[in-house]
């Protein structure tokens, strides 16, 4: 058994999505993409809701036709954006349900059944489940369930909402035999001939001679006349959906304030969080890409410390940053992705401390960040080379150090020999008197404000460098060991500035 997902007026839903609220008024959508050879009246319209059919609008009148029947319609045209939005949530949807499924047509999707409980009840409560799912993501679906892919989508298109077709002939032609000719999206050339002929119902064309049909009206009739006597079971065109989840729509009317912008990211992350909610995940980033009226894009990954799909937070975290974000332009196109994830499962030790609020954490670090400046918040991360105290402000990571009397396997628990160097942070500066001798050189006195003695032995130099290829970040010291006459060990070193305290030892 195979089901189908089918969202009547696709690109108009699609278009509706984001404000579901105005979908009581009478609507009707614009095909803008046939309107370039005409000169007048060149919109169009191709769908409509069944508010603007009952005030007498009707498909293929022109715009201003369509106004003049109600003047309370509302003009829409299409956005790409939004189909494609609409068109990966019912894919995400159907992939929750079995692992076969084809995107047939905009708005439409095959499931294949097999492996699932093929009872009638249980394939009427799947394909209700199905409906309401997609209900709370403002997607209104048809549900059609029959024996063959291309049965199940005529039945889907007649489903209201939802029919299953048991595999049975008599209950198969009885379905087929009264739906007009219209249903098969025939040629309208084709479609013609056949009312010229008397014929005007799938039963009427299934009852005369397949191969004298098909000589007179040519081989493309072909799988149309298998479909009016029952379809064939056909191999899917199995897709596979993309992981991120992605909300997107290009604005009409350029958004110039921070208010506008915080509402649209507001409405998809309902809609994202009702597709998280419908197969248990959580979102661990987002993706927000904004495109301004310049042509210009801006794209930046929030990292959600704690993954959840709950909306206040992950919009705070968006708040937090569009605050301190200035834009040169207006917005004209706004999406957001998440990336999902499974909630994350772990049970506190009685002694374990932890954030109480990872998310409030990470929303103050923010903050800070917009006030201090990039690269002044965070943790410390020691840059690769030997240059001492390297170190540079990265993201911040926590401390997954193990507790008390806990060791990792990588510890390294090989013994230690010699004193401990007791360095000072910053270097403190001093005064070295020096004797050369040939090529030598041999440090007779040590002073400064912590200590002064005389230099009873000395070991050294031992030369260090590095960055040689960058004139901003080269470097080279030179590093002595010195025993004071009355005093302790100290680490001395000296570089471009003069002579530093680099600490000393235990």
């Known amino acids: 058994m195979y089901a189908v997902l089918h969202l009547p007026n696709f690109e108009l839903q699609s278009r509706l999505r984001d404000d579901p609220s105005v979908a009581r008024n009478p609507l009707a959508l614009l095909d803008e993409s046939s309107a370039a050879g005409r000169r007048k009246d060149r919109h169009r319209i191709v769908q409509l809701n069944r508010a603007a059919r009952e005030a007498g609008v009707e498909s293929g009148m022109t715009a201003t036709q369509g106004q003049a029947r109600c003047p309370e319609l509302h003009l829409f045209t299409r956005d790409i954006a939004r189909e494609q939005s609409a068109r990966e949530a019912l894919l995400f949807h159907a992939a929750n349900l079995s692992p076969?499924?084809?995107?047939?047509?905009?708005?439409?999707?095959?499931i294949d059944l097999k492996g699932l409980d093929e009872r009638p009840e249980s394939?009427?409560?799947?394909?209700?489940?199905?409906?309401?799912?997609?209900?709370?993501?403002?997607?209104?679906?048809?549900?059609?369930?029959?024996?063959?892919?291309?049965?199940?989508?005529?039945?889907?298109?007649?489903?209201?909402?939802?029919?299953?077709?048991?595999?049975?002939?008599?209950?198969?032609?009885?379905?087929?035999?009264?739906?007009p000719l219209s249903i098969l999206d025939l040629n309208p050339a084709t479609l013609q001939i056949l009312h010229g002929w008397g014929i005007a119902t799938l039963g009427q064309?299934?009852?005369?001679?397949?191969?004298?049909?098909?000589?007179?009206?040519?081989?493309?009739?072909?799988?149309?006349?298998?479909?009016?006597?029952?379809?064939?079971?056909?191999?899917?065109?199995?897709?596979?959906?993309?992981?991120?989840?992605?909300?997107?729509?290009?604005?009409?009317?350029?958004?110039?304030?921070?208010?506008?912008?915080?509402?649209?990211?507001?409405?998809?992350?309902?809609?994202?969080?009702?597709?998280?909610?419908?197969?248990?995940?959580?979102?661990?980033?987002?993706?927000?890409?904004?495109?301004?009226?310049?042509?210009?894009?801006?794209?930046?990954?929030?990292?959600?410390?704690?993954?959840?799909?709950?909306?206040?937070?992950?919009?705070?975290?968006?708040h937090t940053f569009l605050e301190s974000f200035t834009a040169k332009a207006a917005v004209i196109g706004v999406s957001l992705g998440a990336r999902p994830a499974r909630a994350a499962e772990r049970q506190l030790d009685l002694f374990q401390t932890s954030l109480r609020d990872p998310n409030q954490f990470a929303?103050?670090?923010?903050?800070?960040?917009?006030?201090?400046?990039?690269?002044?918040?965070?943790?410390?991360?020691?840059?690769?080379?030997?240059?001492?105290?390297?170190?540079?402000?990265?993201?911040?990571?926590?401390?997954?150090?193990?507790?008390?009397?806990?060791?990792?396997?990588?510890?390294?628990?090989?013994?230690?020999?010699?004193?401990?160097?007791?360095?000072?942070?910053?270097?403190?500066?001093?005064?070295?008197?020096?004797?050369?001798?040939?090529?030598?050189e041999f440090l007779i006195r040590v002073d400064s404000q912590e200590l002064q003695g005389h230099v009873q032995e000395s070991q050294g130099p031992w030369k260090q460098s590095g960055d040689w290829w960058d004139v901003d970040t080269e470097w080279a010291r030179e590093e002595w060991d010195v025993q004071l006459s009355h005093g302790p060990l100290l680490r001395l070193a000296r570089d471009n500035e003069g002579w530093l305290l680099d600490g000393i030892y235990d």
């Open 100 to 110: 076969r499924i084809e995107a047939t047509a905009p708005g439409l999707c095959t």
């Open 363 to 440: 929303e103050t670090l923010a903050r800070l960040d917009a006030l201090l400046g990039p690269d002044r918040v965070g943790s410390p991360v020691i840059e690769p080379g030997h240059r001492p105290d390297a170190v540079k402000i990265g993201p911040f990571q926590p401390d997954d150090r193990p507790r008390r009397g806990q060791t990792t396997p990588a510890a390294d628990t090989s013994p230690r020999f010699g004193p401990a160097l007791r360095r000072f942070r910053p270097p403190l500066p001093v005064r070295v008197q020096v004797r050369r001798n040939s090529d030598r």
């Open 123 to 179: 394939l009427l409560r799947l394909a209700e489940h199905s409906r309401e799912s997609l209900t709370c993501l403002n997607l209104q679906a048809r549900v059609g369930i029959a024996s063959n892919p291309d049965l199940a989508a005529l039945v889907a298109r007649c489903a209201r909402p939802v029919r299953l077709l048991e595999d049975k002939r008599g209950q198969v032609a009885a379905f087929l035999n009264p739906l």
């Open 205 to 318: 064309l299934t009852a005369l001679p397949a191969e004298e049909v098909i000589r007179r009206l040519g081989a493309e009739l072909i799988p149309s006349h298998e479909l009016a006597g029952g379809g064939r079971d056909r191999p899917l065109q199995l897709h596979e959906p993309a992981m991120d989840l992605t909300e997107a729509a290009d604005i009409e009317h350029p958004i110039e304030k921070l208010e506008a912008l915080i509402f649209v990211l507001n409405r998809f992350l309902e809609q994202i969080a009702a597709r998280l909610e419908t197969v248990y995940l959580v979102a661990e980033s987002l993706t927000l890409k904004l495109k301004f009226d310049d042509d210009s894009v801006f794209e930046r990954e929030f990292r959600i410390p704690d993954p959840t799909r709950d909306t206040r937070i992950l919009l705070r975290s968006l």
